[in-house]
């Protein structure tokens, strides 16, 4: 029963063991903890010595279903799930670095990533430098003695900034280095970092993978060895995802291959009128022709995901005032979502990025993002072509 299945068949038939209610749906084991048969069943239970659930802090059967999903669409040997993106990355940060160490990450990193690293690790004595992501010649002077860590983000949120996964997989390798990947924006089913070399893998489950703007939520998986001291860490630190969240990312995962294929077709139709249009200085989608890294979208990308970014004439007015014109598409700060939304990135989700560091990763005054949601792609362009000519 464990031969390998095509990627959409794990996505549906990936599954907690029925019980004797012979349910066709895993239940929503909303429960903090677990009962013992016995005293000594108890004791084992804590001594490692046989497996099962002791208390939803460590696991649950909901959460695991989500988990081993993950992991299989991944090609990850374990995981964990937590209760947000951040709790995600915050968690392997925390658990595999050490006062002293230094991690290399790529410069266009999701922003509260990037306070992390910059405002709260420095504290306790973790270093970081950032490098770009499309001049890797560069890395190699960049790794000092105490590098642990390479922490990239491919495509990046919100610039659309790729990192050749080959080449960082063989970087990482001959520097001995952690390559951790936050595969959010592309979801396993577009990019499997892994498959090149990355250790560990991080999502914001928020976005595409919940797919209907519903919960917070986000998960790691990777290599054991790496996991192990994830699973250590977050078991005693506590940023255990709710079953309930667990099983709508679970249900939401059977319907990924088919919602990414729609968010594509739909991003790449908004992305080819972006890029014709007189008022738009610049569009920016991974397999768009304008797109300075489209080669290697193509490479190491199904297809390019559901984020268009581009430029408005007219700066920060320019942006606002589309984005003000818009009716259908939602002002908000979220992605991923059936619904398609309209983001400013510079006034709201790097916001606190100093202006230099926001020059640095291509977030001008006039960019937006959209997330490009399931509605029909001609709603979603004739909404985008009146706020332009509006
Ligand atoms: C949203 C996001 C996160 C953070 O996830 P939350 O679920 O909001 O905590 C991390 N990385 C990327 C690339 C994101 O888009």
């Known amino acids: 029963m464990s031969e390998k299945k095509k990627f959409e068949t794990d996505a549906i038939r990936t599954q907690t063991p029925i019980t004797d209610e012979r349910e066709h749906s895993t239940p929503i084991y909303m429960t903090s903890s677990f009962r013992f048969d016995s005293a000594e069943q108890a004791r084992a239970l804590f001594a490692n010595e046989i497996e099962g659930n002791v208390y939803s802090r460590y696991s649950n059967p909901t959460t695991d279903e989500f988990i081993d999903k993950m992991c299989k669409m991944e090609g990850a040997e374990s995981g964990v799930a937590t209760a947000s993106g951040m709790a995600a990355v915050f968690s392997s940060l925390a658990a595999l670095l050490s006062q002293g160490d230094h991690v290399l990450a790529s410069r266009s990193l999701f922003g509260s990533s990037h306070q992390i690293l910059s405002q709260i690790l420095p504290r306790w004595g973790i270093s970081f430098t950032y490098a770009d992501t499309d001049d890797t010649n560069r890395w190699e002077e960049l790794v000092q003695p105490n590098t642990k860590m390479l922490f990239l983000e491919t495509p990046s949120n919100p610039g659309l900034d790729l990192i050749d996964l080959e080449w960082a997989g063989e970087f990482a390798e001959a520097h001995n280095l952690i390559n951790m990947v936050d595969n959010c924006f592309a979801t396993p089913y577009l990019q499997r970092p892994m498959d090149y070399g990355a250790d560990v893998v991080q999502h914001s489950a928020t976005k595409f993978i919940d797919g209907q703007g519903r919960a917070i939520g986000g998960v790691i998986v990777g290599k054991e060895k790496y996991m192990e001291e994830i699973s250590f860490f977050s078991r005693h630190s506590g940023p255990a995802l709710s079953p309930f969240n667990a099983w709508l990312f679970s249900k939401s995962l059977e319907t990924l291959p088919i919602r990414m294929e729609r ?109 490009v949601g399931l509605e029909h792609k001609a709603d979603i362009i004739s909404d985008v072509e009146q706020a332009l000519n509006g």
């Open 263 to 371: 968010h594509c077709d739909n991003a790449e139709a908004l992305a080819e009128f972006l890029g014709e249009h007189p008022k738009v200085n610049f569009v920016k989608y991974p397999f768009h022709k304008d797109h300075p890294q489209s080669d290697l979208a193509k490479k190491q990308m199904k297809r390019g995901g559901g984020v268009v970014c581009f430029e408005v004439e007219g700066g920060l007015n320019g942006a606002k005032s589309f984005i003000d014109k818009i009716s259908m598409i939602s002002r908000s700060a979220n992605l991923g979502d059936t619904r398609s939304i309209v983001t400013h990135p510079a006034s709201t989700t790097h916001s606190k990025l100093t202006e230099e560091e926001r020059q640095a990763v291509g977030i001008t005054p006039g960019l937006v993002r959209i997330a």
